[in-house]
């Protein structure tokens, strides 16, 4: 008879997603700035940094409304955003 351990849950401080976010957004605003400023890389550098940005805007706005869902109880929302 094998009884597999519990796996205990990561602490809050591993889970969320803000540091991630935080870090991402401001790379790609210092990119942003710098190729817009020096004019570095290729012909598209500054729409892929645009492109960036709006992305991370993208994905802070899913995170806001998924957590947003899971404080009123939606059943439709991911859990452990909370």
């Not at 991630?20 to 004019?39: C, F, K, N, R, Y």
């Not at 805007?57 to 929302?77: F, H, K």
Request: hydrophobic letters at 50%; glycine letters at 12%; charged letters at 20%.
């Amino acid at each position: 008879m094998s009884t597999t351990p519990e796996i205990p849950e990561l602490p809050r401080a591993l889970r969320a997603p803000e540091p991630v976010i935080v870090v991402g957004m401001v790379a790609w605003v210092v990119a942003t700035i710098v190729v817009a400023v020096t004019d570095l890389g290729g012909d598209r550098t500054l729409q892929i940094c645009l492109v960036g940005l709006a992305v991370g805007l993208l994905g802070t706005t899913i995170v806001l409304v998924q957590r947003a869902g899971v404080r009123r109880g939606d059943r439709g929302a991911q859990e452990g955003l909370d």
